[in-house]
């Protein structure tokens, strides 16, 4: 009954950024955390960050310092601005969301975007 769409992924080089962005939509929900996972060609999907509706915020390690999340309640938008990309942050990024609905009674269920491409090149 919602939906996640993410937009931002492309191309950049070394050292550049980019903002990433993952609307939730839907009828009568209630989003508790949102955040972005990526996976990298035979790596495990990963969290990247997390926000919580209280705005309390979660990173890896490996992105501390460079990204940051955050949230535009009114919009039920998410944002991961990345910042130093390297190489190694290329992945498929995923938006995910727990989130209550009236239809479920406000049951707390995992929703999932797409996925949008980022690309690092040397």
């Known amino acids: 009954q919602v939906q996640l769409v993410e937009s931002g992924g492309g191309l950049v080089q070394a050292g550049g950024s980019l903002t990433l962005s993952c609307k939730a939509s839907?009828?009568?929900?209630?989003?508790?955390?949102m955040g972005w996972y990526r996976q990298a060609p035979g790596k495990q999907r990963e969290l990247v960050a997390s926000?919580?509706?209280?705005?309390?915020?979660n990173y890896a390690d490996s992105v501390k310092g460079r990204f940051t999340i955050t949230r535009d309640s009114a919009k039920d938008t998410v944002y991961l601005q990345m910042n130093i990309l390297s190489p190694e942050d290329t992945a498929v990024y995923y938006c995910?969301?727990?989130?209550?609905?009236?239809?479920?009674?406000?049951?707390?269920?995992?929703?999932w975007g797409q996925g949008t491409q980022v690309t690092v090149s040397s």
């Open positions: 839907g009828s009568a929900f209630s989003v508790n955390v």
């Open positions: 995910h969301a727990l989130i209550g609905t009236m239809a479920s009674m406000w049951h707390e269920s995992d929703y």
């Open positions: 926000i919580t509706r209280f705005r309390n915020t």
